[in-house]
């Protein structure tokens, strides 16, 4: 089946590391996102980890896969009142030779002095 | 480089009626797609075109829904008879098209309040 879960809420101070976690259920996903949603605006791509890599790095973001677990996380570095938002972790399984999103409810990230 | 683009950005309807909403994709993207983001929700999605093909309409309501692409640029989703329950966010999005790294790249959105 497809489903990707993530917890809802995180509120973090400024200058801390944020970890949201996100779990997916497809093992055919070549690829896993992030993407990011500030108020009334559309999905911005964050980043996106291949399935066959433990970790990404990329300036104050980092991504952790575990394809066993089924378990990806995103870290960002040094955390800045402009990186709160809602976060959205995507899987993307294979769907008739064509891949598709399957997105989180996302986690709302609160940064606070 | 341009964006996707969507108009309008805002739309309130009463139930029963008809709304239409129109999307413009990356120059050069030959993968459109249209989600509807529920408040407290991802983005679920409804359609997936491939040019002027639809790949995957499994999400769709077509009882009420329908999207077209033609010339496989330009889409338009539209909404007859709208229910209550179709208040949301309706994103679209566009790749490549290719099959491995194939990036989507949002709009910014249609809100529809539907009274």
């Known amino acids: 089946g497809e489903d990707v879960e993530q917890s809802l809420f995180l509120s973090v101070r400024e200058g801390d590391s944020s970890v949201i976690n996100c779990t997916y259920t497809d093992s055919s996903s070549t690829y896993l996102y992030w993407y990011k949603q500030e108020p009334g605006a559309g999905l911005q791509l964050l980043t996106y980890i291949f399935s066959n890599m433990d970790m990404k790095q990329d300036q104050r973001l980092t991504v952790l896969l575990n394809k066993k677990d089924k378990h990806l996380s995103l870290r960002i570095a040094d955390t800045q009142t402009g990186d709160s938002a809602i976060y959205f972790c995507a899987e993307s399984p294979l769907s008739g030779g064509y891949n598709k999103l399957i997105f989180g409810a996302g986690t709302r990230l609160a940064v606070h002095p | 480089e341009a964006g996707v683009a969507q108009s309008p950005r805002y739309k309130i309807i009463e139930k029963r009626q008809s709304v239409a909403f129109w999307c413009n994709p990356i120059s050069g993207h030959a993968t459109l797609y249209w989600y509807q983001q529920i408040l407290g929700q991802g983005p679920k999605l409804l359609i997936q075109?491939?040019?002027?093909?639809?790949?995957?309409d499994s999400q769709l309501p077509k009882d009420r829904f329908s999207a077209e692409r033609l010339k496989g640029v330009d889409s338009t989703l539209k909404i007859q008879p709208a229910k209550l329950e179709d208040s949301a966010v309706y994103l679209c999005?566009?790749?490549?098209?290719?099959?491995?790294?194939?990036?989507?790249?949002f709009g910014p959105g249609t809100r529809l309040t539907v009274l």
């Open positions: 075109f491939q040019n002027n093909g639809v790949v995957d």
């Open positions: 999005a566009s790749s490549l098209g290719q099959l491995d790294t194939d990036t989507q790249y």
